[in-house]
T-cell receptor, first 112, second 118 residues
Framework: SQQGEEDPQALSIQEGENATMNCSYK?????LQWYRQNSGRGLVHLIL?????REKHSGRLRVTLDTSKKSSSLLITASRAADTASYFC????????????FGKGITLSVRP | AAGVIQSPRHLIKEKRETATLKCYPI?????VYWYQQGPGQDPQFLIS???????DKGSIPDRFSAQQFSDYHSELNMSSLELGDSALYFC?????????????????FGPGTRLTVL
């Protein structure tokens, strides 16, 4: 079964609007990490939230984690055209140099 | 700040050839991971090393092997290449040891090696 299912699959918004992306997972986790990937490029780490945390902020990013619902959301406020990219959530089951399991990714398009 | 370095960035091979991908983790990171991302797909875990010992193995074909050397760099060796091996190959590194910090467990990815098998 696929861990880390993102929702929606694609999102198109106007510059300045907020973008909310959701991720659901199936098994217990130690932490959940969000990444950004520009087309065919590398994965840029955005934020890590641990299982004992409920919310975390980093600049224009806000991440929430609900372990009871096995879901996370990534909010990008005041979006910019440069935020156009694919966004992945990835779950880490144990936090002890364990592999990440990625979801399918969300394609975000921010229109200037 | 230093990032994960991968080489080469692009590689074109024929079917049945071999390829070697290299990864240089962030200094002082103790764990290296390899992931494969096919076109339009999410990254899939292949293999990882902690302190030069294999720590986990994912869906890595028997034709692939990897190792981590004494200087912590890692190499992914791929033999008998198939068309389906065409993908982006990422290396990532993380720090598991002490002291625990905000970045502990964070996996930092390199820019990837784009392998094309013709």
């Amino acid at each position: 079964s696929q861990q880390g299912e993102e929702d929606p699959q694609a999102l198109s918004i106007q510059e300045g609007e907020n973008a909310t992306m959701n991720c659901s997972y199936k098994t217990s986790i130690n932490n959940l990490q969000w990444y950004r990937q520009n087309s065919g490029r590398g994965l840029v780490h955005l934020i890590l939230i641990r299982s004992n945390e409920r919310e975390k902020h980093s600049g224009r990013l806000r991440v929430t984690l609900d372990t009871s619902k096995k879901s996370s959301s990534l909010l990008i406020t005041a979006s910019r055209a440069a935020d156009t990219a694919s966004y992945f959530c990835a779950t880490d089951p144990t936090g002890a140099n364990s592999k990440l399991t990625f979801g399918k990714g969300i394609t975000l398009s921010v229109r200037p | 700040a230093a990032g994960v370095i991968q080489s080469p960035r692009h590689l074109i091979k024929e079917k049945r050839e071999t390829a070697t991908l290299k990864c240089y983790p962030i200094p002082r990171h103790d764990t290296v991971y390899w992931y494969q991302q096919g076109p339009g797909q999410d990254p899939q875990f292949l293999i990882s090393f902690y302190e030069k010992m294999q720590s986990d193995k994912g869906s890595i074909p028997d034709r692939f092997s990897a190792q981590q050397f004494s200087d912590y760099h890692s190499e992914l060796n791929m033999s008998s290449l198939e068309l389906g091996d065409s993908a982006l190959y990422f290396c990532a590194s993380s720090f598991l040891g002490t002291p625990v910090s905000e970045s502990t467990d964070t996996q930092y990815f390199g820019p990837g090696t784009r392998l094309t098998v013709l």
